[in-house]
């Protein structure tokens, strides 16, 4: 599954290495991509939104917006 986070709290760019460590430290995670404000990550049914929002709280950002891609066919 491929998730779309939008996050705020990223005030400068090592923020983003912080954000990749809590993803990825999340079971489940594959794959995680972070930019400024957003990331997209590969993950297992299994992951929740409520996983997700508690990792990236211990590095002091936020979950505003959580989008499920759908695969292409």
């Known amino acids: 599954m ?11 760019v090592h923020a983003k290495r912080a954000v990749f460590m809590a993803l990825a430290g999340v079971p489940g995670v594959a794959n995680a991509e972070v930019e400024m404000g957003n990331a997209t990550i590969e993950c297992e049914n299994q992951v929740t939104e409520a996983t997700l929002r508690a990792a990236l709280e211990t590095v002091g950002v936020r979950l505003t917006a959580l989008v499920r891609e759908l695969p292409t066919l």
Do not use: F, N, P, V
Request: avoid cysteine; charged fraction near 25%.
């Open 2 to 12: 491929r998730l779309r986070l939008t996050l705020e709290g990223m005030l400068a």
